[in-house]
């Protein structure tokens, strides 16, 4: 029989259903009598809110914010020293701080009805100047958006180590401006959910699209003021999540409330213009670098100011800080640097809550880090990759603590550079001319990073979290009829976890894969887990499957030793049975004795029985870092702006790979995602604080046709810190594209003289950078 | 994202459907393809009392050829002219542009009398029409009549067509089989409305020597000089006159997107000088 364990290429278990179209997401859901809630959202930026009316006759059916009393606002407390903690109200009611902040509710029996309604309420706003930079935002004498407030940061952080040295006597200084887009993230499936009141259970169940199903039920529990034992949050299949559905929206505590209150069903399903205004809450960064290198482009020391544009309110339980702490964090990148400095401004501003996506912070710090490599490069008059390898942390240095302390566990992250550069051909690309048949200029790029995956403890509590990750737990059963059933906390939001945990467990228990069933993000019926975000699943779920499996396995052992009358250690696992010697028994057999002839096992017998909860973390709380390089090779249309990417290699290490079609899976989709950063995503701003891309014409997401067809090769290097040398994976293709993209638009550029620092490297970028770096259009015709 | 409520009629002749609209009072909407009002009508741009959904008017699927030109019904879908439902006198233009608009989903619902009628500056149909010198064939209560294309639009997203009016077909000249064209767009990706578009038609022996630069912002321009330059000197040389005129005629326009549309004409003209050189 194949091996369907670690390491297999065996097809996903959740795809027959999706593909098939049969899969059940919150939308697919009906519950007798379930009403629609749409809602009233703020049409400007930044506004008191001076009257509000509800239309005559429907009271009852528009609700605002003093129609919930003692509905807490969602607010996130921060142990860290300087913190500024934000009211994220349900619904608003004395002011208003983004475009698309919500005010009111309005049910009905369908959605368009409910619409119809929404344009019935009658709300007043007196306007103030809303703050829709980071420039305006951190400037001093700034009215700041929350009362009580003395600036208007939520946090202002600094690190200093080494650089006083390294200033004064440092041969070569690179100085970059960089800046990243706004964006939204545009999960296939958008957020909603479906909330109803069982009376049997006597359970307030609330059906929502989310990544973290226990943290929802504490933070509506915490919200509605109402124990946490009368509610239940079970997730429905989720497609797609990146970091939007794992906070608590004010969204899910309002229709909560409304299920709670009036004991009935209420669904609200967000759609695509709500998600790309008031959800347009990531990746905007603004960067100030100055970089300090010796003659051959050897890093001596780096000084950074990073702003991170944070919308109006911080977000729970992941706050207005993480992005800042990781981009701080992760600056530095995959190299080997001595000597640090970093500012970093968490602004408040009038825009959605920022929220950590897929790569939290790495994609602004990777393309800040690797334009730099680029420019000390260019100024020290190398290629790029050399620099780079010049300055990558060495596989012989491993493990590797960097200037942030960040504990890099294992890894040969030069072997990954060297590896995308020939799988890219750069020396044949070199040797060609740099303009192609149709007179576009030709340029490859690079850039390499480190995901840290699956920290856990220690890290959170250090970013003052409210809600820190511990042990996550999984139950493991051998049913009486020999199948295996998983169950744990965590939830799959597309990242194929029903398979690889089956594979897990059957690593230890051998049960045939079509035989191991798993339920996930339940509360009713899985052990806690904080969910699925920072490319910790595998690991830490993984980790407690393969615990709990192992306890479970034993017990099948000693159970099929009795039968067969022979001792534990002669039984094996073989050919989906349990064997000594030619002697076997089936999975069915034990699970028979154990629940249904107990008469046959003798007086001793472990009465945990063919069942348990196991829990995990690695040994290390820092997490294990994956790793990769990427390599762009693209062609730059000088006269329209346009970019085509002719080639793209990427040479990750996720550790031991539990399916590496899954692997792959992650990483193209991940790596599409950066594409979308790099060349197309961008949610503008006007003055007004108004949302530029409110629909799909706006918002430019890549296609088929955009994307390249990524090829990956893989390195598995296992780390020696987690069960099985698993590294998450999940994040990490959507945090070089950036980098490597406009590291080779730039490279193409170069005979123009010309260079992009400002991403999506959009064709009115580019021709600006053009015409920029050369007086008159004309000459480029 | 729903609908405001409306009233839906679906006529089965012209006589009805301008019975229908020609109260302007009821605020009656055409509905052709959907593809552009459906969007509009779930974000309540357009708030209409009743559509007249006009796909079921068979007169407006016909298809006339005589000598010198032809005319297709207005409810043609861009599939259907993509596909070759009929025959062809463009010389492969209008499949070729039908081709290449939005994805198949659209083209499949989409009309090319719709596109036309909702007057998007960065439509296919808009240039395309303009550039080949047809004619709008209008219908309303007081009778039929007719507007060149290249005048049709009165600026983003308004045409000359009353709210009380139809457009019925769009009357083209034959093109000869000497005929070469050149229809270039710049697009961010595939699908997406062009930031420039560059058209170019030349047919000696029909007399047509024409360059167009579309998704203006506006009404799509003739480049009267580049046209004459082409009939006269050739692409070539058009191509070098094309970008100063376009500097000339639409200065209020963001100098990167002079840009893109300069190179978009000359793309297009380009085009013709490599089929001569065939
Ligand atoms: C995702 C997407 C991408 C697109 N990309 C492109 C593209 O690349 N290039 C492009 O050119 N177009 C593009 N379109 C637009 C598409 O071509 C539409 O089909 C077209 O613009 C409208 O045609 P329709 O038949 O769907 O008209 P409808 O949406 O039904 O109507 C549009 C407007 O015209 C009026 N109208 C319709 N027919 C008539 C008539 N006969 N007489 C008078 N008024 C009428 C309607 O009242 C309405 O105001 C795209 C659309 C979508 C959704």
């Keep these: 029989m194949a091996s369907e364990g670690i390491g297999a290429r065996v097809l996903r278990k959740e795809d027959a259903r999706h593909l098939r179209g049969r899969g059940q997401f919150v939308g697919d859901i009906r519950i007798p009598g379930m009403l629609e809630v749409a809602f009233v959202r703020s049409p400007v930026a930044h506004a008191l809110i001076r009257e509000r009316k509800k239309p005559a006759g429907f009271e009852n059916s528009v609700i605002f914010n003093d129609d919930m009393p003692g509905v807490l606002p969602i607010t996130t407390r921060s142990s860290i020293p300087g913190y500024k903690v934000s009211d994220y109200p349900a619904l608003a009611a004395e002011r208003v701080r983004f475009v698309g902040e919500t005010i009111a509710m309005c049910v009905a029996p369908n959605r368009a009805a409910a619409e119809d309604l929404c344009e019935l309420v009658d709300i007043q706003y007196e306007e103030l100047d809303p703050i829709v930079n980071c420039a305006t935002g951190?400037?001093?004498?700034?009215?700041?958006?929350?009362?009580?407030?003395?600036?208007?940061?939520?946090?202002?952080?600094?690190?200093?180590?080494?650089?006083?040295?390294?200033?004064?006597?440092?041969?070569?200084?690179v100085e970059l401006e960089l800046s990243t887009a706004r964006q939204t993230m545009h999960p296939m499936e958008g957020k909603g959910l479906v909330a109803w009141w069982d009376h049997r259970a006597g359970q307030l169940v609330v059906h929502t699209s989310t990544q973290v199903p226990h943290m929802i039920r504490i933070g509506l529990a915490e919200c509605l003021g109402i124990p946490q034992a009368i509610i239940r949050v079970a997730a429905p299949d989720v497609g797609g999540g990146f970091g939007y559905k794992c906070m608590l929206m004010p969204e899910e505590v309002a229709v909560a409330w409304l299920a709670y209150t009036r004991q009935g069903a209420f669904r609200w399903i967000e759609d695509r213009r709500e998600h790309l205004t008031a959800g347009a809450n990531a990746r905007q960064h603004e960067y100030k670098i100055k970089a300090y290198a010796d003659e051959r482009g050897r890093f001596l020391g780096l000084d950074a100011d990073v702003a991170v544009d944070c919308g109006a309110y911080s977000v729970w339980p992941f706050s207005a800080c993480l992005e800042a702490a990781q981009a701080s964090g992760n600056l530095p990148g995959p190299y080997d640097l001595k000597a640090y400095r970093c500012s970093t401004f968490s602004v408040a501003t009038n825009k959605p809550p920022f929220a950590p996506y897929r790569g939290v912070a790495r994609p602004?710090?990777?393309?800040?880090?690797?334009?730099?490599?680029?420019?000390?490069?260019?100024?020290?008059?190398?290629?790029?990759?050399?620099?780079?390898?010049?300055?990558?942390?060495?596989?012989?240095?491993?493990?590797?603590?960097?200037?942030?302390?960040?504990?890099?566990?294992?890894?040969?992250?030069?072997?990954?550079?060297?590896?995308?550069?020939?799988?890219i051909d750069f020396d044949r690309i070199r040797s060609e001319p740099r303009r192609d048949a149709k007179g576009r200029y030709l340029g490859v790029g690079f850039a390499t990073y480190t995901e840290q995956s699956a920290h856990g403890t220690k890290v959170f509590a250090q970013w003052g979290l409210p809600l820190v990750p511990g042990f996550d737990q999984a139950h493991v059963k051998l049913t009486p009829d020999g199948a295996l059933e998983i169950k744990a906390g965590i939830h799959t939001i597309g990242q194929g976890l029903e398979t690889t945990l089956a594979q897990i467990a059957h690593e230890q228990t051998r049960v045939p894969l079509k035989d191991i069933r798993v339920v996930l993000g339940d509360t009713a019926n899985t052990p806690f887990s904080t969910g699925a975000y920072a490319s910790r699943g595998i690991v830490m779920t993984g980790g407690a499957v393969s615990v709990a499996s192992e306890i479970v396995a034993g017990r099948i052992k000693s159970i099929a030793a009795h039968l067969l009358q022979v001792r534990p250690e002669d039984i094996s696992f073989r050919d989906g049975a349990i064997f000594a010697g030619e002697a076997s028994?089936?999975?069915?057999?034990?699970?028979?004795?154990?629940?249904?002839?107990?008469?046959?096992?003798?007086?001793?017998?472990?009465?945990?029985?063919?069942?348990?909860?196991?829990?995990?973390?690695?040994q290390i709380d820092s997490g294990v870092f994956s790793y990769a390089s990427h390599a762009a090779y693209v062609a730059v249309d000088a006269e329209t702006g346009l970019v085509e990417i002719l080639d793209y290699a990427i040479c990750e290490d996720c550790g031991t790979m539990v399916n590496p079609m899954i692997v792959d899976g992650q990483t193209i989709g991940g790596a599409a995602q950066g594409v979308g950063t790099a060349l197309f995503e961008e949610s503008p701003y006007d003055d007004n604080g108004q949302p530029l891309a409110s629909t799909l014409i706006d918002y430019l997401l890549p296609g088929p046709t955009e994307l390249?067809?990524?090829?990956?090769?893989?390195?598995?290097?296992?780390?020696?810190?987690?069960?099985?040398g698993l590294k998450g994976v999940g994040e990490g293709g959507a945090i070089a594209p950036a980098g490597a993209l406009v590291n080779a638009i730039n490279d193409a550029l170069a005979p123009l003289n010309a260079a992009v620092h400002t991403i999506p490297a959009s064709p009115e970028r580019i021709l600006a950078a053009?015409?920029?770096a050369k007086p008159t259009l004309n000459d480029a015709a | 994202m729903k609908p405001a409520p409306f009233d839906?009629?679906?006529?089965?002749?012209?006589?009805?459907?301008?019975?229908?609209?020609?109260?302007?009072?009821?605020?009656?909407?055409?509905?052709?393809?959907?593809?552009?009002?459906?969007?509009?009508?779930?974000l309540r741009l357009a708030r209409p009392a009743?559509?007249?959904?006009?796909?079921?008017?068979?007169?407006?699927?016909?298809?006339?050829?005589?000598?010198?030109?032809?005319?297709?019904?207005?409810?043609?879908?861009?599939?259907?002219?993509?596909?070759?439902?009929?025959?062809?006198?463009?010389?492969?233009?209008?499949?070729?542009?039908?081709?290449?608009?939005?994805?198949?989903?659209?083209?499949?619902?989409?009309?090319?009398?719709?596109?036309?009628?909702?007057?998007?500056?960065?439509?296919?149909?808009?240039?395309?029409?303009?550039?080949?010198?047809?004619?709008?064939?209008?219908?309303?209560?007081?009778?039929?009549?007719?507007?060149?294309?290249?005048?049709?639009?009165?600026?983003?997203?308004?045409?000359?067509?009353?709210?009380?009016?139809?457009?019925?077909?769009?009357?083209?000249?034959?093109?000869?089989?000497?005929?070469?064209?050149?229809?270039?767009?710049?697009?961010?990706?595939?699908?997406?409305?062009?930031?420039?578009?560059?058209?170019?038609?030349?047919?000696?022996?029909?007399?047509?020597?024409?360059?167009?630069?579309?998704?203006?912002?506006?009404?799509?321009?003739?480049?009267?000089?580049?046209?004459?330059?082409?009939?006269?000197?050739?692409?070539?040389?058009?191509?070098?006159?094309?970008?100063?005129?376009?500097?000339?005629?639409?200065?209020?326009?963001?100098?990167?997107?002079?840009?893109?549309?300069?190179?978009?004409?000359?793309?297009?003209?380009?085009?013709?000088?490599?089929?001569?050189?065939?």
């Design chain 1, 138 to 173: 951190r400037a001093s004498g700034v009215k700041p958006l929350h009362d009580g407030w003395t600036d208007n940061l939520f946090l202002r952080t600094s690190f200093d180590q080494g650089m006083d040295e390294v200033i004064a006597k440092a041969p070569v200084v």
């Design chain 1, 364 to 423: 602004g710090v990777c393309f800040a880090i690797e334009l730099t490599i680029d420019a000390i490069a260019k100024a020290v008059g190398r290629e790029a990759w050399e620099v780079r390898l010049e300055n990558l942390v060495a596989a012989s240095a491993m493990p590797y603590t960097n200037v942030t302390k960040k504990f890099y566990d294992s890894g040969n992250y030069p072997a990954s550079l060297l590896e995308v550069k020939r799988m």
């Design chain 1, 585 to 618: 028994v089936s999975y069915e057999d034990v699970g028979r004795a154990w629940y249904m002839r107990p008469d046959q096992l003798p007086d001793d017998v472990d009465r945990g029985g063919l069942e348990a909860t196991g829990a995990y973390k690695p």
């Design chain 1, 708 to 724: 390249p067809r990524f090829r990956i090769s893989h390195m598995e290097t296992p780390s020696p810190y987690s069960a099985h």
């Design chain 1, 770 to 772: 053009i015409a920029a």
């Design chain 2, 8 to 42: 839906y009629v679906r006529p089965r002749s012209l006589p009805e459907a301008t019975a229908l609209l020609s109260d302007e009072s009821a605020n009656a909407k055409i509905f052709a393809g959907g593809q552009s009002l459906g969007p509009m009508l779930n």
């Design chain 2, 50 to 278: 009743k559509l007249v959904d006009i796909r079921n008017i068979q007169a407006l699927r016909a298809v006339r050829v005589d000598e010198k030109s032809y005319s297709i019904g207005a409810t043609l879908t861009h599939a259907e002219i993509e596909d070759g439902a009929f025959e062809d006198f463009s010389q492969g233009l209008l499949p070729f542009v039908a081709r290449g608009i939005a994805y198949r989903a659209v083209r499949n619902r989409g009309t090319v009398g719709g596109s036309l009628s909702h007057a998007d500056p960065a439509a296919d149909w808009v240039s395309t029409m303009a550039a080949i010198g047809a004619t709008m064939v209008v219908h309303g209560p007081a009778g039929e009549r007719r507007v060149p294309a290249e005048q049709f639009l009165v600026g983003a997203f308004t045409s000359k067509l009353g709210a009380t009016e139809l457009l019925t077909a769009i009357e083209l000249p034959r093109l000869s089989a000497t005929a070469r064209w050149g229809y270039y767009k710049v697009c961010r990706k595939t699908g997406e409305f062009a930031k420039a578009i560059g058209v170019t038609i030349q047919d000696p022996r029909a007399g047509i020597f024409r360059v167009l630069a579309g998704s203006t912002e506006g009404r799509p321009v003739l480049l009267a000089r580049s046209g004459e330059t082409l009939a006269t000197q050739g692409a070539d040389r058009a191509a070098g006159v094309a970008r100063q005129e376009i500097e000339e005629v639409l200065p209020h326009l963001e100098p990167g997107h002079r840009q893109q549309l300069a190179v978009a004409v000359q793309r297009s003209l380009q085009k013709i000088s490599l089929l001569e050189t065939v």
